[in-house]
């Protein structure tokens, strides 16, 4: 069965900065990955997904998302945080078959500060 | 865009009661879940339909029922509400089958079991 951690529970990062969220998968196949973000009081919303090809993902919100086969991860990164960032984060991963079920990291909070 | 509604926002039941969360989405989507989201442990599944009537437990299906009578329409039931299962419950859909559909999440309902 495939598994999702993401290592940082929490992070703080200035306005402005750049921020990199870490999402390792455990699978034996190609996966799919997601990364979903959720306000607070809110439900999920999806940022960016990775089926196949390039291994360079664009999301909205300014996200973008790397591939790394050899590291089993896809971390996320964002050049420039703004304020509205703050929010929880969650890494997780699908697999090809006909499963339609996803597993999720256990989150990671972003602080923002000014 | 699609449209996944839960019912109530927040809700408040006392131990014993027999509690049911609804959940519609717009699309026509052939999938639909239910999670809980607690504090450090994610989403976990509870349970999942991929079509009417059609029923698959997840990850922690103990205390939980669920009813799918219409495509659009899954409901979650605690037959007996109990403390423990005071959290956050979200709900979603995606369509067709296989692990590279995105899933789209409500906004969730805040139950307190009193």
């Known amino acids: 069965a495939q598994s999702v951690t993401q290592p940082d529970i929490h992070i703080t990062v200035s306005e402005g900065a750049s921020l990199e969220l870490r999402c390792n998968y455990s699978?034996?196949?190609?996966?799919?990955l997601f990364w979903y973000v959720q306000s607070p009081g809110q439900g999920l919303q999806l940022l960016l997904k990775?089926?196949?090809?390039?291994?360079l993902v664009q999301g909205i919100k300014g996200f973008e998302a790397e591939f790394k086969r050899s590291q089993s991860s896809f971390n996320l990164r964002k050049p420039s945080v703004h304020w509205s960032d703050a929010a929880e984060y969650f890494c997780?991963?699908?697999?090809?078959?006909?499963?339609?079920?996803?597993?999720f990291g256990a989150g990671t909070t972003v602080t923002v500060r000014a | 865009d699609v449209k996944v509604t839960q019912s109530s926002r927040y809700l408040v039941k006392r131990t014993g009661e027999k509690v049911f969360l609804e959940c519609v989405q717009d699309?026509?989507?052939?999938?639909m879940f239910w999670y809980r989201q607690d504090p450090g442990l994610g989403l976990r599944l509870i349970y999942f339909?991929?079509?009417?009537?059609?029923?698959e437990k997840g990850d922690i299906p103990e205390g939980y029922s669920v009813s799918r009578e219409k495509k659009e329409r899954f409901s979650l039931i605690l037959e007996s509400a109990s403390t423990n299962q005071t959290s956050m419950y979200l709900c979603?859909?995606?369509?067709?089958?296989?692990?590279?559909?995105?899933?789209?999440f409500g906004d969730g309902t805040r139950l307190s079991i009193l």
């Open positions: 979603a859909s995606s369509p067709i089958r296989g692990g590279n559909q995105p899933q789209h």
């Open positions: 699978y034996g196949a190609t996966p799919y």
């Open positions: 990775y089926f196949s090809g390039d291994t």
């Open positions: 997780a991963v699908g697999t090809a078959f006909i499963d339609y079920k996803l597993s």
């Open positions: 699309m026509d989507h052939e999938n």
């Open positions: 339909s991929y079509d009417v009537k059609m029923k």
